[in-house]
């Protein structure tokens, strides 16, 4: 039981590169997230779904896209990337009815 | 709107003191509240939330709705307890979405 699986690790990416950072559970959760934290602060919600063709926008949103085509994977899209999404990146999922999150390992993006 | 701060972004304590992680919050609804840890190397996980009212690894946290505060106490600190901790609140409409504090880095000195 892997649990919350993110990749890549670590990437660098270029201003104007595109990317998707990849989230897979095997807990058949139907809640997943998408949260980026900057150094010295808290994490911030980006996305969430609440099941597979389901998704909605969480506080910082703007040039991330995400889609939900099965219970398992959760993708988070970057368009054009932006030095301002230098972060790293955290993806959970939970059970609706307990609401504890299960974080995966996190993904380290800078983008120069 | 809803906040949660964290006001301590460091706290050292020796071995066997007692310790108190703070936080505060900001919501006008009934929230849930949360703490998560983060050890060194490790994910982000679950420590405790107000409403099962448990103790886990020693650690107790009591939602205080009059100071709107949930800190995070453990009589006797230990080395192993040095980790990052966040505070976490959910509110009550809505279904898992948490609002992170900017953490507090515990260190616990031998």
């Known amino acids: 039981n892997a649990g919350v699986t993110q990749t890549p690790k670590f990437r660098i990416l270029k201003i104007g590169q595109s990317m998707t950072l990849q989230c897979t559970q095997d807990?058949?959760?139907?809640?997943m997230y998408w949260y980026r934290q900057d150094p010295g602060m808290g994490l911030k919600l980006i996305y969430y779904?609440?099941?597979?063709?389901?998704?909605d926008k969480g506080e910082v949103p703007n040039g991330y896209n995400v889609s939900r085509s099965t219970t398992e994977d959760f993708p988070l899209r970057l368009e054009l990337a932006a030095p301002s999404q230098t972060s790293v990146y955290f993806c959970?999922?939970?059970?609706?009815?307990?609401?504890?999150?299960?974080f995966g390992p996190g993904t380290r993006l800078t983008v120069t | 709107a809803q906040r949660v701060t964290q006001p301590e972004k460091l706290l050292s304590v020796f071995k066997g003191a007692p310790v108190e992680l703070k936080c505060n919050y900001s919501?006008?609804?009934?929230?849930?509240l949360f703490w998560y840890v983060q050890y060194s190397r490790q994910r982000l996980q679950l420590l405790l939330r107000?409403?099962s009212r448990e103790s886990i690894k020693g650690f107790t946290a009591d939602l205080n709705k009059g100071e709107t505060s949930f800190h995070l106490k453990k009589p006797f600190a230990q080395e192993e307890d040095s980790a990052m901790y966040y505070c976490?609140?959910?509110?009550?409409?809505?279904?898992?979405?948490?609002?992170f504090g900017r953490g507090t880095q515990l260190t616990v000195w031998p």
């Open positions: 959970a999922s939970s059970y609706p009815e307990f609401y504890e999150q299960y």
């Open positions: 807990m058949n959760h139907n809640y």
């Open positions: 107000h409403i």
């Open positions: 976490a609140l959910k509110r009550g409409s809505t279904l898992g979405r948490l609002y």
């Open positions: 919501y006008s609804g009934s929230p849930e």
């Open positions: 779904s609440v099941g597979a063709g389901i998704t």
